[in-house]
């Protein structure tokens, strides 16, 4: 069953009434409970997928490191407080080192982090801070604290992710783009540190490396590393008083324990030998942003040479095509990552868009739907009315209007005018 935000709003509502104090499955504190850990778990689940794919979609170039990933993941799950959570860990396929975690114990990694670590301890430093925002519920604290304020979170934003489709992601595939995105508190850090760095220990790893991916992270968020502040740190604030209280916890507990630093360089062989073909990929990106499209296409080429499997390098050349008014071109670019990669919704989204350009009509209602389907977005309902309109669906044609109206900005004003025209 799909549970809308409105819904959450509402069942927020009735349980505000009902709900009193819970304690803190991780430090054993009372705390306010609206959500019960049975919404909790669905939210995790149904927002899981969405969520990846609004943040690159998994990377699904090697199979043995999201193995690999996962593996250690659980085994600090096992030693967590709340083992029994259903924990999954993916790997994304996005350059942004960052990482995240959903209610529930759903969990992503970036690729673009993953490069910066050394060892398989400093991985499940990373691992083990995200399963205590999990285990601690965290996410659910943050979304009781708007709750709090605003009962009617039907338009809750997605304004804290530059991806280019904030603002055109509707229904409940928006929330778990802002919890995952959304900044913690220093409380919820020094926690997730503390109890992580626990986790650590018990799980037999060198809680030493949590010290040392602090002390690194406030070195690169005081020279402003840009990579890491579009990323981890804009979620994760890094701060001189972290580092300090991980250092002296390390001290009272003692350091000692696994690194794996030759293991995790082996099961990383892969993605630093496909780097440079990422790297090509984000020179394009940038180039084609500063419309200098003959450079970017020569980029976004020799990504393709070096690593002809991967569908986002097809993805960016169509949009480079389009800019370029070669939409035919486009088009064959679009079909390539959709059948490398047909669950990723952007991919299949925009090869319906691009086909409804090239009015191929019954082609673009194909691709929309199964967009609209992981990932819905205003976008996509506009041109699935637009679709529908050509094809004399009236009814069909208001739904969809009807949907991309409820959207701010151009598409929702498109939208509303498109309306008015068939309702007149």
Same mark, same amino acid.
């Given at each position: ?12 509502l009735?349980?505000?009434f009902v ?6 499955p991780?430090?054993?504190?009372k705390?306010?409970?609206?959500i019960?850990?049975?919404?909790e ?6 927002q ?5 794919q ?7 170039? *090697?199979?043995?490191?999201?193995l ?5 993941g ?10 029994d959570l259903?924990?999954?860990f993916v ?16 969990i ?7 490069t910066k670590? %050394? ?20 996410s659910?604290?943050?979304m009781q604290?708007?709750q709090?304020?605003?009962l009617?979170v039907?338009g809750?934003?997605?304004?804290v992710?530059d ?8 229904g409940g ?7 995952a ?6 409380? %919820?850090?020094?926690?997730s540190?503390h ?6 220990k ?5 809680p ?10 406030l ?9 890491f ?5 804009a =979620? ?7 580092v300090t ?10 350091a ?6 030759d293991?995790?360089?082996?099961k990383?062989a892969?993605?630093?030998e496909?780097?440079?073909?990422y *790297?090509?990929?984000?020179?394009a990106l940038?180039l084609?942003?500063?419309? %200098?499209y *003959? ?12 690593l002809?499997r991967?569908?986002?390098f097809?993805?960016?050349?169509g949009?480079i095509?389009?800019?370029q008014?070669?939409?035919e ?10 059948s ?21 009509? *019954?082609k673009?209602r ?6 609209n389907?992981?990932v819905?977005?205003?976008i996509g309902?506009l041109?699935?009315?637009?679709v ?5 669906r009236?009814d069909?044609?208001?739904a969809?209007?009807?949907?991309a109206?409820?959207?701010?900005? %151009?598409v ?5 005018r498109?309306l008015a025209?068939? =309702?007149?």
């Open positions: 069953m799909r549970l809308s935000i409105s819904r959450f709003g509402l069942v927020f009735a349980l505000a709900a009193g104090c819970s304690v803190n991780v430090t054993g504190e705390q306010l409970s609206l019960p850990e049975s919404q778990l669905a939210i995790g689940a149904e899981y997928v969405p969520t990846q609004t943040q690159g979609g998994r990377f699904y170039i *090697d199979p043995e490191l999201n690999y990933v996962s593996e250690v659980k085994k600090l799950a096992q030693v967590s407080d709340r083992p259903p924990y999954e790997v994304l396929n996005n350059s942004v080192p960052n990482a995240w975690a959903l209610p529930g114990g759903k992503a990694i970036n690729r673009g982090l993953l670590l %050394d060892d398989e301890a400093q991985l499940a430093s990373v691992l083990g801070h995200e399963i205590v925002h999990a285990a601690a519920r965290h659910v604290q943050r604290q708007a709090l304020i605003s009617g039907a809750l934003g997605f304004a992710s991806n280019e489709w904030a603002g055109l992601i509707m595939a928006a929330l778990g783009a802002q919890l995105l959304a900044q913690y508190s220093q409380g %919820d850090e020094l926690e540190d109890y992580g760095i626990n986790y650590m018990e799980a037999g790893y060198d030493q490396a949590a010290v040392e991916l602090q002390e690194l992270f070195e690169l968020s005081e020279g402003r590393d840009q990579g502040i579009q990323g981890l740190f =979620t994760h604030p890094p701060s001189a008083k972290r209280e991980n250092r002296e916890l390390v001290s009272k507990i003692g000692g324990g696994y690194r794996g630093a293991v995790y360089q082996r990383l892969k993605l630093k496909l780097q440079p073909a *790297d090509a990929h984000d020179e940038k084609a942003s500063n419309k %200098d *003959d450079a970017a296409l020569g980029k976004i080429n020799e990504a393709i040479r070096i002809p991967e569908a986002m097809y993805s960016l050349r949009r095509y389009q800019q008014k070669e939409i071109k486009a088009e064959a670019d679009f079909d390539k990552a959709v490398l990669y047909p669950e990723m919704f952007e991919y299949q989204l925009r090869n319906g868009l691009n086909a409804l350009a090239l009015n191929k009509v *019954d673009a194909n691709h929309l739907t199964k967009a389907e992981v819905p977005t205003s309902y041109r699935m009315g637009d529908a309109v050509k094809q004399n009236r069909e044609a208001v969809y209007y009807s949907q109206a409820k959207a701010g900005g %151009d929702g004003e498109e939208a509303k498109k025209a068939i =309702t007149q």
